[in-house]
């Protein structure tokens, strides 16, 4: 039939009048579900971070926790992107991030689930009933579900609108065929699906616009099946985006992402027909929110549990196709788009700290060759190191200073002001090999001095405990990186706890070495009476590095409870400073 000019300016005039409700309620779905997922991030991010740590290791652990990360931040595009960031920054690997993923999509299911609700009449109450409890919350955390509270009312409000302007047009013969034409076939209904995701970067908000629309009775069963299938492909966009701003590692947990949906598309859109079969066969009601939220579930369990077995092979797929360039990690870790996520930041920090501590390993124990040997190389090797130590410093530094400009919880105070510690410690330790123990050394080089047997015993008794120190302490800011703070790991807390006990007695050591040097220089032995000065000031040096190293393992044993940036047992300079 044709379609006539009346009925143009009919829907025309639908569009003016009732379209409006349809946009709004859509911006408000998404401005809450917005705020939501910001909100539940900013008080529980540092705790999604810790158990996504702990949890990757497993593909089940990792998946679940995923699917935990999506039902609680009510994105999986921002569980996703999490997983690209805590890739990027060395806290996932590849083949830990995929299982997350995977969950993430499945915990959509909970969130789909939620907006089936109607509960459209009782949405302002619930919004109101939010303000409240934030008006009122004397606590951070109860502001946050008040805001949280706040925002699903506004999802629900959203919601109700979006009907109430679709109602009108199941009457328009030009809407019913624009909208047929549309969803008709699978193959429309999901390129249009993944286009509408991809821009507003919400799934969620998607279904629930297929939602108003299905309820007018003109989208078929297969038709619905190609949006749900469009919407997953859809969420892969935000976070290829997300991996192109923090390097090549993150790009890879983007792409192996959007190869593992790619993939189960490709399997499921000529299925199409026989998923809507079986969703009637189960009398899923695809006129209702309800049968739409099942349906979903159908499609996105058929989308996971066959294709997730062979996530390991969408890994390594983004591993040859993407290949790694020299120092991406290094040089992306401590990206600016990791700042806004003050735990994340933190987190990534710690990593660079562990790799300064893994310089001052190379440093210390590199120090028994450098006072002996009768060579500038080793000297000169331990100055270069310390300029590398020192801008590294720097640049954490800074970046922690940004992270923490904006407003952060209490978790994320403490983290960031233990790793601040740390990194002064680490500093520290940085210039006192270089400018104490390398000056040392071209003195006794100058001289032509040597050590005595007894003195060079000392040196390298205290030289090989600090050793062992930075690589406890090395190990235990990688895990504190996954797991935070305190190390928990076993061997690693034993490690430190020993060297806490023997810096305690270092002072004790100390005199020991300088009595039995004295007591080598009253008798006269040549070489005591040579370095005499060079070994007293040498030994002065690792007094304060085992000092500085104790601290350190001190804060990864038992973080300070603290709000501020201020050791809790006595009065620190600022950490900011140098």
Known sequence: A???RTDVKELVNDLFEEEALVIGGL?????????????LRRACG?????????FASSRLLGASAGALLSV?????????????????????TLAQAMPVIIGASVGTIVTIHVIAFDLANYALFIAAFGVVVTLAARYRL???????IFGFG?????????????????????????IESVTGGAAQAFAVSAVFTALVQSSAATVALAMTVAGSGHMSASGLVGVMLGTHIGTTIAPFVS????GRTGLRVAFASFLYKAVAAVVLLPLAGVLATAAERLHFDVTEPRGIANVFTLVTLAGALPFAPFSRLYAKAAEVLIRERRGDVSRKRLNPALTAEPYAAASAVMLEAADIAALLWESAASITPALFEFSSVELERLENRDEVVDAKHRAAIEFLREAAAGEITARETRKISAVLYILRDLEAMGDLISKDIVPIGYRRLNADKSFGMGDMASIRRFSGGLVSALGAIERGLRLAAVSGLPVADGDVSRRLAEFQERAAGVAGAVNEAQAAHFSALARGVPEAVAADSVFVDAVAAFRQLYSLASDIAGILLNPPETTGFFHPAEKRREPWAK
């Open 72 to 92: 609680s931040m009510q994105s999986s595009t921002g569980a996703t992107v999490m997983a690209v960031g805590m890739a990027a920054a060395g806290l996932l």
């Open 154 to 178: 506004l999802i629900f409000f959203g919601m109700g609108l979006m009907r109430e302007g679709m109602a009108p047009l199941e009457h328009s013969r030009l809407a019913v065929g624009v």
């Open 46 to 54: 540092g705790v999604f971070r810790q158990v996504l740590g702990k």
């Open 2 to 4: 044709m379609i006539s």
């Open 142 to 148: 109860w502001a946050y579900a008040g805001r949280t």
């Open 243 to 246: 991996g192109i701003g923090v």
């Open 27 to 39: 911006a408000l779905f998404l401005y809450a579900m917005h705020e939501i997922s910001r909100t």
